[in-house]
Nanobody, 125 residues
Framework: QVQLVESGGGLVQAVGSPRLSCAAS????????MGWFRQAPWKPREFVAP?????????YYADSVKGRFTISRDNVKNTVYLQMNSLKPEDTAVYYC?????????????????WGKGTQVTGSS
């Protein structure tokens, strides 16, 4: 059974730098484009950052997180990460990990086939 399990969220001070992890089971992530999305209360889900399949040489970031967040992958550990620096209160959201078997990398949420259940990140000032 395919599973994506996010961890690393919680209440984070503005100067904190949490790292989210997404551990995959029954899904070899090197064959999948991976992505992080987030959804704040009363807002639609938005992409944060995708990373290309294989070695992850291609990444892309939403303007709102560019320069502060970094997505990476460890295919040996079968885990994708999101390093979050300079966290802002507006980064407060549930963060989701997703996997897409078809594209090299993609930002559109509807392209992703598998989703985790999410981890809450609350940024405080």
């Amino acid at each position: 059974q395919v599973q994506l399990v996010e961890s690393g969220g919680g209440l984070v001070q503005a100067v904190g730098s949490p790292r989210l992890s997404c551990a995959a089971s029954a899904l070899p992530i090197d064959s999948y484009a991976m992505g992080w999305f987030r959804q704040a209360p009363w807002k639609p889900r938005e992409f944060v950052a995708p990373i290309s399949r294989g070695g992850g040489s291609t990444t892309y970031y939403a303007d709102s997180v560019k320069g502060r967040f970094t997505i990476s992958r460890d295919n040996v550990k079968n885990t994708v990460y999101l390093q979050m620096n300079s966290l802002k209160p507006e980064d407060t959201a549930v963060y989701y990990c997703a996997a897409d078997p078809r594209n090299y990398y993609v930002t559109a949420s509807y392209e992703y086939l598998y989703w985790g259940k999410g981890t809450q990140v609350t940024g405080s000032s």
